[in-house]
């Protein structure tokens, strides 16, 4: 009969960070060539591997990591072909424990999607019916537009279009969806050598659709309950701060998908610079900032008698562009946020242009309306796709949009590290990711 996983045995993240879970693993014999991270995989995926996991697929080596993530090149000696293995260990904390939720859940709604990155398999290795990894595999992408942006000897303006429009292809999906992926940035887009981009790293990605409610719908004419300390809209710490909005670093808490456009606006122009640019001449991200100071919910990371702190994201942003005017203050959510940014001295902005020189005529159009204070100033996703800047890359018949907004259970559910758990495993059951026989061919694709 098939045993079910009982709930995640949850990581401690104190204990993981001082390294004292992985020590014994670390004396096992490893295979010559492996790194110690990569043997750990391959350890898990391997001949002797516990129930849940399978040994079709023979690590390679370590590709890329991030804040949350350790990403291997992985054989998959069933489909002979080549594939990326995203390790995630569980932590005993909620918003860690969310993010890997948000990614399983999110990746699986999302296969087949243009410009998104395909998850090919999930796999939690079961050890005494309990697990504290997850093992998604995805297609394995060439590079991601980190490393072009910083390696790659130069590009041609027609690469830099279709690297935009097949991102913005992506983008405009999840947006039709009624997701927003709230992390866009040079490594979560990932790429091939024709310049096709696939959005990957859903962590912070949020699915803005409502869940079919549980209670009857409210009738207006009924008073609503509002706890005074209860605050409407969603967190505003998301974004990677290089490629934060204004709205999310003046704590904008009612903010939209125009989040990404403006991430979308910061990864073009730091393309744009690649143009037949050597990577030592590139300046790199467009506004980098050393410090985001928060405004709202208490957090004030900067002292009050210095208001402003050297190379302030949202400063480096008002050199750009200006700081905003009277109409575009008066769209501010609080009197915080317009009180902060009128404690910004006017300035002449520099403009991007000068920030870009490669920008031609169609290219500065769209980094002047992706990049634009007010979020609703801001061309949507859909309208990129229409702009004579990519009319020559764009390939109508790859683009498709959702045909239904995509709801998660758990979005409204509170940091309950149980619940949260309870909901994983749920969604790990749903893709069928537990009890594969080490040789099946599981979900792959
Ligand atoms: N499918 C893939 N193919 C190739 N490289 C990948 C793939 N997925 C991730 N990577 C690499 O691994 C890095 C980290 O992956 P990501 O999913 O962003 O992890 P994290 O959530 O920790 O940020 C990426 O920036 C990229 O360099
Ligand atoms: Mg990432």
Redo the contacts with the bound molecule.
């Keep these: 009969m098939r045993r079910w996983p009982k709930m995640p045995a949850l990581r401690p993240a104190a204990r993981r960070r001082c390294g004292t879970t992985w020590a014994a693993r670390g004396q096992r014999r490893r295979s010559p060539g492996l790194q110690k991270e990569e043997q750990e995989l391959a350890e898990e995926l391997g001949p002797e591997a516990p129930e849940g996991s399978g040994s079709r697929y023979r690590v390679v080596r370590q ?7 350790t ?1 291997f090149e992985a054989q998959d000696t069933l489909e002979d072909r080549l594939v ?1 293995i ?1 390790r995630v260990k569980l932590e005993n904390d909620p918003v860690h424990l969310r993010r890997t939720l948000r990614e399983v859940a999110l990746l699986s709604r999302l296969r087949g999607a243009a410009s998104i ?1 395909s998850v090919l398999d999930i796999m939690v290795p079961v050890r005494d019916g309990r697990f504290t990894e997850v093992h998604v595999v ?4 060439r590079t ?1 537009l ?2 072009i942006c910083s390696t790659v000897a130069g590009l041609t303006m027609s690469q830099v279009r279709r690297i935009l429009y097949t991102t913005t292809r992506g983008v405009a999906y999840l947006h039709s969806a009624g997701v927003w992926h709230r992390d866009l940035k040079p ?2 887009c ?1 790429m091939y050598p024709d310049c096709e981009v696939r959005i ?2 859903f ?1 912070l990605a949020r699915a803005v659709g409502r869940p079919p409610a549980r209670l009857p719908d409210p009738d207006p004419a009924r008073p609503r309950a509002c706890p005074a300390e209860q605050t409407a809209g969603f967190t505003v710490h998301v974004c990677t701060r290089w490629y934060r909005p204004p709205e999310l670093l003046l704590a904008q808490r009612e903010y939209s998908g125009a989040i990404d456009v403006w991430a979308l606006g910061c990864i073009f122009a730091e393309l744009l610079q690649c143009v037949e640019t050597p990577p030592e001449a590139r300046q790199g991200p467009l506004f980098r900032g050393d410090y985001a100071r928060r405004v709202g919910g208490g957090h004030l990371v900067w002292p009050p008698e210095a208001p402003r702190a050297p190379r302030d994201q949202l400063d480096m942003i008002f050199n750009m562009i200006g700081v905003p005017s009277v109409a575009e203050l008066a769209e501010l959510q609080n009197q915080e946020a317009v009180d902060h940014v009128l404690g910004f001295p006017p300035r002449s902005a520099s403009g991007i242009q000068a920030a870009v020189p490669q920008a031609d005529e169609w290219a500065l159009d769209v980094l002047r309306r992706t990049l634009r204070f007010s979020p609703p100033d801001r061309m949507t996703a859909r309208e990129l796709l229409e702009h004579r800047c990519v009319a020559g890359v764009r390939d109508r018949q790859g683009e498709s949009l959702a045909d239904e907004v995509l709801t998660l259970p758990f979005e409204d559910e509170p940091d309950d590290i149980g619940r949260l758990a309870e909901y994983l495993v749920h969604e790990l059951e749903h893709f069928g990711a537990f009890g594969r026989s080490s040789k099946g061919k599981g979900n792959g694709v």
């Design positions: 590709i890329g990591s991030g804040a949350y993530g990403v990326a995203k990155v995805l297609e394995r992408c991601d980190r490393k490594a979560n990932l990957a790293d962590g």
